[in-house]
C-alpha cells in the first residue's frame, strides 16, 4: 500500500494554515519576551557589580522598609505590584494560547 499526499483545499488547510500562523505570533512573542528577559539579567547583573552587592544583600536591602522613607516605600511596593502583575499577564496570555492552539495535522490518501 502506497500513501500519497492529497492536497485538500477547504477549510481544514486553511485552519491548519491560520493555526500555524497563530503559533508563529506566539513563538515570535516568547522570542521577544527571551531577549528582554536576557536584557533585564543584564542589566541586574551590571548593578549588583557596581554596587559591590551580591543578589541576596539587594533583595534583603529592598524588603526592609526601614531603609526607605514611607512614601518610597509605598512607591517602591506599587512599581513592584505593577511588575509582577505585567509579567503574570504575559505569561497567562502566552499559556492560553498555546494550549488553544490544536495540532496542525497533514492531510493524507491511502492508496493500494
Given at each position: 500500500?502506497k500513501?500519497?499526499?492529497?492536497?485538500?483545499?477547504?477549510?481544514?488547510?486553511?485552519?491548519?494554515?491560520?493555526?500555524?500562523?497563530?503559533?508563529?505570533?506566539?513563538?515570535?512573542?516568547?522570542?521577544?519576551?527571551?531577549?528582554?528577559h536576557e536584557?533585564?539579567?543584564?542589566?541586574?547583573?551590571?548593578?549588583?557589580?557596581?554596587?559591590?552587592?551580591?543578589?541576596k544583600?539587594?533583595?534583603?536591602?529592598?524588603?526592609?522598609?526601614?531603609?526607605?522613607?514611607?512614601?518610597?516605600?509605598?512607591?517602591?511596593?506599587k512599581?513592584?505590584?505593577?511588575?509582577?502583575?505585567?509579567?503574570?499577564?504575559?505569561?497567562?496570555?502566552?499559556?492560553s494560547?498555546?494550549?488553544?492552539?490544536?495540532?496542525?495535522?497533514?492531510?493524507?490518501?491511502?492508496?493500494?
Amino acid at each position: 500500500m502506497k500513501i500519497i499526499p492529497l492536497i485538500v483545499y477547504d477549510v481544514g488547510m486553511y485552519h491548519d494554515h491560520f493555526i500555524t500562523h497563530k503559533m508563529d505570533k506566539v513563538e515570535r512573542r516568547i522570542r521577544e519576551l527571551e531577549l528582554e528577559h536576557e536584557g533585564l539579567k543584564r542589566k541586574r547583573e551590571e548593578l549588583l557589580h557596581d554596587l559591590k552587592l551580591t543578589e541576596k544583600q539587594l533583595l534583603l536591602f529592598l524588603a526592609n522598609p526601614d531603609h526607605f522613607s514611607k512614601e518610597e516605600w509605598v512607591q517602591l511596593q506599587k512599581t513592584r505590584k505593577k511588575i509582577e502583575a505585567k509579567l503574570e499577564g504575559d505569561l497567562t496570555k502566552i499559556k492560553s494560547k498555546t494550549q488553544k492552539l490544536p495540532a496542525v495535522g497533514s492531510h493524507w490518501l491511502h492508496v493500494r
